[in-house]
């Protein structure tokens, strides 16, 4: 099975629509008419939630008028925090199920005219050349086997001096499982800072920042898991955690607080 089939059958669900849909009716909600911060924390779904998504725009420069390649955009939780922020987004994933519901979470959020959200892998997107002036990838790489081919294309569509923002879990495979990406190891392709630096300088990239988000993660852990404690919210966390919620946070906590996992940002520029 390939890294695609594999993300594929890992985040198809066949029921997430009911499920958000559900807790946003419990949170007292619309889910037909939505602004894009009452979606809370459920559809960022990486480290750090919407305030790592948050850095990330900072660190890449997304402004009005900025155009955005989202690479593995989920339910658009980033796509629609940037359009927020006066970009034109493209985001691409290969779940379908993902990519269906962003589109109605975009027009719920009356977005749909600053976001195209499509059914597409990272490595051969079929976008045309230098289309981006920034390029995101948040909490991806630890699904994708072939990053190499995915920093490529991303360089394509780039044009010369545009920026790329990764934003992964960066170490060593012998982690804990269940995660949050996957069962098991087999299906996990987390790699470490140094096989990032090569990957993206191979691909034609000048890497201009390398931060360690460590303490801002566990710090954002902490403060989501004391305010679920205190109130409980349907929105508090990302909606894909899949069976076994506790254990694959709680393997996850672990792994960032021993440094076994780094969430790392990485921001590089294509070479002119």
Not at 32 to 59: F, I, M, N
Not at 214 to 227: G, I, Q, R
Request: charged letters at 20%; proline letters at 5%; hydrophobic letters at 45%.
């Amino acid at each position: 099975m390939s890294d695609t089939e594999q993300s594929i059958s890992r985040y198809t669900t066949g029921n997430l629509r009911e499920r958000l849909h559900a807790a946003l009716r419990d949170s007292g909600l619309e889910p037909e008419v939505l602004q894009p911060e009452e979606l809370g924390e459920a559809d960022h779904l990486h480290t750090g939630g919407r305030a790592a998504t948050a850095a990330v725009a900072q660190a890449v420069g997304i402004g009005l008028g900025t155009r955005v390649l989202d690479v593995g955009s989920g339910i658009g939780g980033p796509a629609r925090y940037f359009a927020h922020l006066g970009a034109v987004v493209t985001g691409v994933d290969v779940t379908e199920e993902f990519v269906v519901l962003a589109r109605e979470l975009d027009a719920a959020c009356a977005m749909a005219g600053s976001i195209t959200m499509l059914v597409a892998p990272g490595h051969q997107t079929g976008l045309p050349a230098g289309s981006f002036d920034v390029a995101t990838m948040l909490h991806v790489g630890m699904n994708l086997a072939d990053k190499p081919a995915v920093f490529t294309e991303v360089h394509r569509l780039l044009h010369p001096g545009g920026v790329f923002g990764v934003y992964d879990l960066m170490g060593t495979n012998t982690v804990g499982y269940p995660m949050p990406w996957a069962d098991a190891a087999s299906a996990s392709y987390v790699e470490t800072e140094e096989g990032y630096l090569d990957h993206l300088r191979a691909a034609g990239f000048t890497v201009t920042e390398n931060t360690d988000r460590s303490a801002a993660v566990l710090k954002h852990m902490a403060e989501a898991d004391a305010a679920s404690r205190r109130s409980p919210s349907p929105l508090a966390t990302p909606i894909l955690l899949g069976a076994d919620p506790a254990d694959r946070m709680g393997n996850l906590v672990a792994a960032v607080k021993s440094g076994a996992l780094v969430p790392r940002l990485l921001v590089a520029v294509r070479h002119v």
